[in-house]
């Protein structure tokens, strides 16, 4: 599996982490989350959970509002609540 646009994937041997990690930035915010393959079962259903999560965390931004150039409390709280529950 290859990194997407703000997925990357980490595979690393001497690591105890593998899975995929979800970061975007936009409007002075960066969100970020890790979805393991341990957690998730296999590398495909972690890369299925980060992928909806993103298409989610995409909409939401794409029908904000922007407070002098930057997203707003309530889009941030928003997004912050989505990566929580997925």
Not at 10 to 17: I, L, Q, S, V
Not at 22 to 44: E, H, M, N, P
């Amino acid at each position: 599996m290859k990194s997407k646009r703000n997925l990357t994937r980490f595979t690393y041997e001497n690591t105890a982490f593998q899975g995929w990690r979800l970061c975007i930035s936009r409007g002075g915010a960066t969100f970020t989350k890790y979805y393991s393959d341990k957690q998730y079962g296999s590398g495909k259903k972690a890369l299925d959970a980060a992928e909806g999560a993103l298409e989610e965390v995409k909409d939401v931004i794409s029908r904000s509002r922007r407070v002098q150039g930057k997203l707003s409390d309530s889009t941030v709280r928003k997004i912050e609540k989505i990566l929580s529950k997925s």
